[in-house]
Nanobody
Framework: QVQLVESGGGLVQPGGSLRLSCAAS????????IGWFRQAPGKEREGVSR???????YYADSVKDRFTLSRDNAKKMVYLQMNSLKPEDTAVYYC?????????????????WGQGTQVTVSS
């Protein structure tokens, strides 16, 4: 079955970096759109970055020029490199997948979700 497993979260100081990984199994990664989302306590889940099956990548304004999404179809992995981290980046980060063309900022557009990984940015 389709499974997504995130890893790479942790505690980092402001200005630091983390690389999140999303391991995909049970499906052909290049046929799916992938989204990275985050959810902070008391806030709605928000889109951070997304990639379509054609490889078109989008970033939320809040992370543009700091975060980089990449996909390795052979390894069935999707990465989110996060640099210049800020306290407001603190959240649980999720990857999500959908067997659809295009991509979306809407969480309901995606069919499969990982369990999430905690990112805490604090001094």
């Amino acid at each position: 079955q389709v499974q997504l497993v995130e890893s790479g979260g942790g505690l980092v100081q402001p200005g630091g970096s983390l690389r999140l990984s999303c391991a995909a199994s049970g499906f052909t990664l290049e046929r799916y759109a992938i989204g990275w989302f985050r959810q902070a306590p008391g806030k709605e889940r928000e889109g951070v970055s997304r990639i379509s099956r054609l490889g078109i990548i989008y970033y939320a304004d809040s992370v543009k020029d700091r975060f980089t999404l990449s996909r390795d179809n052979a390894k069935k992995m999707v990465y989110l490199q996060m640099n210049s981290l800020k306290p407001e980046d603190t959240a649980v980060y999720y990857c999500a997948a959908a067997n659809k063309y295009g991509s979306s900022w809407s969480p309901t557009w995606y069919d499969y979700w990982g369990q999430g990984t905690q990112v805490t940015v604090s001094s």
